[in-house]
């Protein structure tokens, strides 16, 4: 008997998804034969003629959904066995449910897991071979019919019999029960999870074999009888013969004899805990903050709601405390933020340790956090918890054997007095918070309806950029990033520091983003962009080794119409080598308008430069749209990079995005690396380029230039 290579069928939309499971499905099986169609109108006529093992398809495609097109397939002569395993984004029971109840065998979430992509693929490759080779004995079966009634009968109960063994060997729990709850068949599976022996069940009340769960099962089957139809697939949960709880997706369908007579009702259940686990953990995620396992911001505005709610039925009121750390920045510049992340997650603890069942931590990002307080039956009660959070975040951390003090700014908005929507709260919170800060920190501050910090703070910083611009207190520092190949130094990204009059060197994010509300960021970019070129035209003197700088375009100048003619500007004037020039633009500011960036990026790239996309991986955007935008290099969020070792979950999204971005002709870099270890496995995962403390902090052009000369090749 011939036994073909295992044959697949991809239905996507996207392009890069298609290669993407094409290169996984590659890898199920030995010889598997791939084919792939974004339109399902090709895949349709392609199915007339052929007939696969199995069926990918993407949920949501122009036109026809997943759902839509697992039922066509369905009515296809040869389509109603086939697995069809539909994929899709939604995070959502409803599509799941549409996709099974069209005839879908199983589903996967995007971005799909690689290993369980392979898993359960092999599976269903198994099952359908299973299928195709008892479509093979019944077509044997009916041959010997023909020849004899004695053959028939003999090679019916043969082919009973295989048929029998191959159900045992499903990964599911099968039975058949008679219209009286009898059983009338069970496979080897579930025959051992009653801890029975098959023939001793046959005959048996189902209901009382199944304990607990007998009654809902007997209920189901009498609906079936009543309608001669399937159910809808439904789970449930029952222990296994070691007694830890399971997940079954249990599906029931009328079984007829051969004279369509309803004779008894089918009951499958597969067991679907470890997709459930991984659908668990994945809302975790989304919910938490990694770093400190906290709800994260969107947990937050989601329970703030359901708080409001509870205090009009209670009539009861809450606060909401927005926490910012005071000298946090400079703890990660003087000790490393590895030291910085370990007080982030002992301030997490200390939190969790003040307040009641009900109340709410959650760290929103950086290093703000906040916290809801339920119940409150007055200010002074709220203004109380402050001064505990207060103290208890002022104490002295001890990190790695080191002493840290941070400080906190607290600022409190009440409900309902101060909002009654979570943005509302937040908002007023942080206004707050913003008023406790600019008051010298280490204070709370109530919100208060004649609070307008955020005009004055607008006020102030554009009166004190405008003065800074105009006496030149601002400087650049400058990163070095280092090739993974050669080992040297290929490139800079200029930082841009302000040196205040009072000798305080701010960071761009205490001034960039209200420089960003005023308008100022333009001038000021434009300076960066003019010193950053002027700096690496001195650098890229004849006989010097090429070194590249870096600089960041925000979002304001990328929308600018004079973003292209400024850039010619400066280079005329600096004489730098456009090929030595590299506009850095967050991964943010490009998605929010990709088409429309697309033409200003091309007239960039037109005069010579590079173009790369900064903080990738956090748009949870994929590579769809860096495909259709003209740029160079991809620069990986410092966040996979954090806690990046061996076998992974991040190293196994730092090696995607590398394979992607290579196929796409790409440069990837990653940034924030601050271990050797973290070089070497990022080695290990292809990335070109890495920067981060462990290459060097930002520093001065001399410094720069002295590294860059001490790395360099002889024949530089």
């Known amino acids: 008997m011939d036994v073909h290579p295992p044959s697949l069928l991809i239905v996507d939309d996207q392009d890069i998804n298609r290669r993407v499971y094409a290169k996984l499905a590659a890898t199920v099986a030995e010889g598997v034969r791939v084919t792939a169609f974004g339109d399902p109108g090709a895949a349709f006529a392609w199915l007339e003629e052929n007939q696969p093992d199995v069926i990918i398809t993407d949920y949501r495609m122009p036109g026809m959904d997943g759902a839509e097109f697992t039922r066509r397939v369905r009515a296809m002569p040869h389509g109603a066995d086939v697995p069809i395993v539909v994929i899709t984004v939604y995070n959502d029971r409803r599509f799941r449910l549409d996709a099974l109840d069209a005839g879908a065998t199983d589903f996967l979430l995007s971005p799909v897991d690689h290993s369980e992509f392979g898993a359960r693929i092999r599976n269903l490759i198994a099952l359908n071979a299973h299928r195709q080779m008892l479509r093979r004995q019944a077509s044997a079966l009916q041959r010997e019919l023909d020849d004899s009634e004695r053959s028939r009968q003999r090679l019916l109960h043969d082919s009973r019999e295989a048929l029998a063994q191959v159900i045992d060997t499903l990964p599911a729990l099968i039975s058949a029960t008679g219209p009286d709850g009898r059983c009338v068949f069970v496979n080897a599976n579930l025959a051992a999870a009653l801890g029975h022996a098959p023939a001793d069940i046959i005959g048996q009340d189902m209901a009382e074999l199944l304990g607990e769960r007998g009654a809902r099962s007997r209920d189901a089957d009498r609906m079936v009888l009543e309608r001669g139809a399937p159910l809808p697939n439904y789970e449930e949960e029952f222990p296994d013969r070691d007694g830890r709880m399971r997940v079954f997706l249990t599906a029931k369908a009328p079984l007829r004899d051969a004279a369509g007579e309803l004779v008894a009702v089918l009951t499958s259940s597969v067991d679907i805990t470890e997709r459930k686990l991984a659908e668990t953990r994945l809302h975790h995620l989304a919910h938490h903050d990694s770093l400190t396992d906290l709800p994260n911001r969107f947990f937050l505005t989601e329970r703030l709601p359901r708080g409001r709610q509870h205090s009009r039925r209670g009539d009861q009121r809450m606060a909401l405390h927005f926490l910012d750390l005071d000298r946090f920045k400079t703890v990660n510049d003087v000790f490393g933020h590895h030291v910085g992340d370990g007080v982030l997650r002992a301030i997490a603890r200390r939190l969790l340790g003040l307040v009641r069942s009900g109340d709410v931590v959650a760290r929103l990002g950086g290093d703000e956090f906040a916290v809801l307080q339920n119940g409150v039956s007055s200010p002074d009660e709220a203004a109380a918890l402050a001064e505990r959070i207060a103290e208890a975040v002022s104490r002295p951390f001890l990190i790695e054997g080191r002493e840290v003090v941070v400080g906190s700014s607290i600022g409190i908005a009440l409900y309902p007095r101060d909002g009654l929507s979570a943005d509302e709260l937040l908002r007023r919170g942080d206004l707050a918070m913003y008023q406790a800060k600019a008051d010298g920190g280490g204070s709370f501050r109530f919100f208060e309806a004649g609070m307008d910090a955020s005009a004055r703070r607008l006020m102030i910083l554009e009166t004190d950029l405008r003065s800074g611009l105009a006496r030149n207190e601002f400087v650049l520092l400058y990163q070095p990033q280092l090739s993974l190949r050669t080992r040297r130094i290929v490139g800079v990204e200029a930082l841009i520091r302000w040196q205040q009059p009072d000798g305080i060197l701010l960071e761009p994010k205490d001034f960039l983003p209200l420089a960003e509300e005023t308008g100022l960021i333009r001038p000021l970019g434009a300076w960066v962009l003019q010193e950053a070129c002027r700096q690496a035209a001195q650098w890229n003197m004849p006989g010097s ?63 010579g430069l590079r173009i790369s996309i900064d903080d990738f991986g956090t748009g949870y955007s994929a590579l769809s749209y860096v495909r259709r935008l003209p740029v160079d290099r991809l620069k ?61 902090r930002p520093m001065s052009a001399a410094a720069l230039s002295e590294l860059v000369l001490d790395m360099a090749a002889p024949d530089a």
């Open 545 to 607: 080794p090429p070194l590249r700088v870096a600089v960041n375009i925000s979002p304001l100048q990328l929308r600018g119409a004079d973003l292209v003619r400024t850039v010619q500007t400066v280079l005329a004037e600096s004489g730098l080598d456009p090929t030595r020039l590299d506009l850095e633009l967050t991964e943010s500011a490009v998605i929010r308008d990709a088409d429309g960036v697309a033409e200003t990026l091309a007239q960039l790239r037109s005069l």
């Open 636 to 696: 990986i969020d410092r966040s996979f990079v954090e806690n990046l070792r061996p076998g992974s979950a991040d190293a196994a999204i730092i090696g995607a995005i590398v394979a992607l971005g290579h196929n796409l002709h790409l440069e990837v870099a990653a940034e924030g690396v601050e271990t050797e270890e973290q070089v070497r496995e990022l080695a290990a995962c292809g990335c070109d380029e890495v920067q981060g403390y462990h290459v060097g």
